[in-house]
């Protein structure tokens, strides 16, 4: 066995379905043992950034490990954002990058892709992943490949490993197999008898989910904790998409954004219980007051705040599984509410998110605005069933925060532009199903062209492009500049050029006709050149951005 064949044998037995990747140079001679051992597929795109965010997707979605293989400087370090994105959203992606030859630095000459030192790209990379390591040595790289890809799984965040260019073939013993952390099982106890204490004795107990519910696999136990204690869930923006079918869903958490009395439900609460959900400015940020935190139970990032006491180093399904045990002992004794959700007088929250999406689409003359394609939505995934989505930041996203919820992937936090086609892509890729993609015409120009894979990997997406000649998004906040207009681009002549089929559609009934037609052909990826009425936005999209700009400004 060799150093590559090692790692790759190592990221499959830790769930690894493939690799994304760019070769170069430095690259090469690990990409061909990539190839011709097929231990894990190959798949390859056209522009480094899409490879990190089909890798982040593919994480995010099956919950297992995403891979990203680059070279060294011009391809690693263009994939930096795309990993930093990675980082900050917790997505658990293991950057593989090739390096000059062990030798290769004592020759006195600048080697081309170097930025400044030979180290430079490493420790950028050092500020975006949580582990990282330089396979220079083959007698160490198995313990120290197992140290790295540990912490990947442990923590949900990308890692880095880098090797020279003259290592791929060495020959390497097996990585040794997997073995979780220990975890100190009396302060994993006493931490869920806090909290469960905490939620038995509020009047007004609430529970949000986040990302790390799904990062660390624990959606069913997530779900079934809900029901036994017999509170409200909701999930926190970011969370979008998260315990998509479990019965005790409410909806989403959008503060003055989101449905007026699941967001008081949520503000009031004397025992809210987040877990897994990341404290940052677009989960919170449009709050309509500031979170009581003697009264919130926090877990996230392996450790738990319980009003002023932390408790650190308990992972979260630990803690979730303590809980059901706690609950299984008979210690829920008077958590009793009238099943999942609670009783219709504790908050009237019955439906207060999830009954107020648009519905009963009308296929007429009008403009298009994002209220309708959220209805058409609804109502083709009413009678088709729902499909893997993957939505770029911008109105397509506030958008789907109004169609029913269904299993997706976002860039909520960080927020970069270019993710939707890349991540659609390496949804279909690694789950075998059919995905439909929204984006922005700004983000489109970013990314859209590796569409023109498609055909080569064998995907056929359904694309839903929301054109509004514009990045409406930063429009709605400086609405007297003019840097925002885009101009009117032909992405369904696009499509068609890239062995797509395009549909351009300009009213309701063009529309409904496009995506019927779109789902009905198979074989080649379908993009739909939606134009939408001129500065129109979700109504979702307009309380949000009310709502940043109370925060930002202190009010």
Not at 42 to 49: F, G, I, K
Not at 136 to 146: G, K, N, Q, R, V
Request: hydrophobic letters at 45%.
């Amino acid at each position: 066995m060799n150093l590559t064949e090692a790692l790759l044998h190592a990221l499959k037995e830790r769930g690894a379905k493939e690799v994304y990747g760019i070769p170069g140079d430095f690259a090469l001679p690990y990409f061909k043992i990539i190839e011709s051992t097929g231990i894990l597929p190959l798949v390859t795109l056209s522009h480094e950034p899409a490879v990190g965010f089909a890798a982040d997707a593919s994480a995010r979605f099956r919950g297992g490990l995403g891979v990203a293989a680059v070279t060294y400087g011009a391809g690693a370090l263009n994939m930096v954002n795309a990993i930093a994105q990675a980082y900050a959203e917790k997505s658990p992606v293991v950057v593989i990058s090739g390096a000059p030859g062990t030798h290769e630095g004592g020759h006195g000459l600048l080697l081309h892709h170097q930025a400044k030192h030979l180290d430079s790209q490493y420790r950028m990379y050092k500020e975006v992943t949580c582990d990282q390591a330089v396979l220079d040595d083959p007698a160490t790289a198995p313990e120290t490949i197992a140290r790295v890809l540990q912490s990947c799984i442990e923590h949900s965040r990308p890692v880095y490993l880098e090797i020279p260019r003259d290592l791929p073939a060495a020959p390497c013993a097996p990585v040794p197999a997997f073995a979780a952390s220990g975890t100190d099982a009396d302060a994993v106890d006493a931490c869920a008898r806090d909290v469960l204490q905490r939620v038995q004795s509020a009047a007004l107990p609430m529970m949000m989910v986040g990302v790390e519910v799904r990062r660390y696999g624990i959606e069913d136990k997530v779900a079934l904790l809900a029901e036994r204690l017999g509170v409200p869930v909701v999930t926190s923006f970011m969370g979008r998409g998260l315990l998509a079918s479990a019965s005790c869903l409410e909806g989403t958490y959008l503060g003055m954004a989101g449905d007026e009395t699941l967001s008081e439900a949520v503000e009031s609460s004397d025992g809210l219980l987040l877990l897994g959900v990341i404290m940052s400015d677009t989960n919170f940020g449009v709050s309509g007051s500031q979170l009581d935190r003697r009264r919130v139970m926090h877990a996230e990032d392996r450790q738990v705040r319980v009003g002023y006491h932390v408790y650190h180093d308990i992972p979260l399904g630990a803690l979730v599984d303590r809980l059901l045990a706690l609950l299984d002992d008979g210690q829920e004794a008077d958590m009793a509410l009238s099943g999942c959700g609670g009783s219709s007088d504790d908050r009237a929250l019955q439906g207060a998110g999830l009954a107020v999406n648009p519905r009963g689409f009308m296929a007429d003359a009008a403009d298009i605005t994002p209220t309708d394609i959220a209805a058409l939505l609804n109502d083709f995934f009413a009678s088709h069933g729902a499909m893997p989505v993957a939505s770029d930041i911008g109105d397509c996203l506030f958008t789907m925060l109004s169609v029913d919820a269904i299993p997706m992937v976002a860039p909520g936090y960080y927020a970069s532009m270019g993710f939707g086609v890349p991540a659609g892509m390496g949804l279909q890729i690694t789950t075998k199903e059919r995905s439909l993609i929204l984006v922005g015409d700004g983000a489109f120009q970013m990314t859209g062209m590796e569409l023109g894979n498609c055909t080569r990997l064998g995907i056929d997406p359904i694309v839903l492009v929301f054109n509004n000649s514009s990045w409406e998004m930063l429009h709605v906040f400086q609405p007297e500049t003019a840097y925002s207009n885009l101009g009117e681009w032909d992405f369904a002549a696009v499509a068609d050029g890239l062995g797509g089929r395009g549909h351009r559609a300009a009213t309701r009934a063009e529309l409904a006709r496009a995506l019927t037609q779109a789902h009905a052909e198979r074989g080649r990826f379908q993009l739909i050149d939606a134009r939408l009425a001129p500065h129109s936005l979700s109504p979702t999209l307009a309380r949000f951005v009310e709502g940043v700009r109370r925060f930002s400004s202190g009010q």
